[in-house]
């Protein structure tokens, strides 16, 4: 069943644990760039959506394609949560990977997503 209002009951959630990747780089002490790398994080995965839904708006269909897409995003922190509470010594290294890989995967799917649509947009491809 769909609401008209269910688009942004879908989205607004996710955009908000998207900025939650703020809070992990400020709770990992031990590297003094981390909150960095939360910012960094947080930021493209922000871009991430932004240019999926970029997408919609010129008349594509949405792309949640990867490296780094939502999905893969929220099971690397969940298994990297696991792995933290399992080994809590190793937990702010885990972080500052699962941090790191995210930063890298994301900007790697902006910058897919970004030339599917211009390849997209340039054939004619249909919605």
Known sequence: ???????VYNELPDR????LL??????ILQHPYAPLLGWG????TLATAYIRLLGGTCGLA???SGPMAKQH???LLTVGAVVAAMV???GESIFTLILSAIL???????????????RDLSSGEPS
């Open 41 to 44: 994080a947080a930021l493209l």
């Open 1 to 7: 069943m769909r609401s008209t209002a269910g688009a």
């Open 88 to 90: 809590p010594q190793w």
């Open 22 to 27: 703020l809070g992990v780089g400020y709770g």
């Open 104 to 118: 890298v995967g994301a900007g790697a799917t902006c910058i897919n997503r970004t030339r599917q649509i211009i």
């Open 62 to 64: 949405q792309r949640f």
């Open 73 to 75: 995003r929220m099971a």
């Open 16 to 19: 908000v644990s998207d900025t």
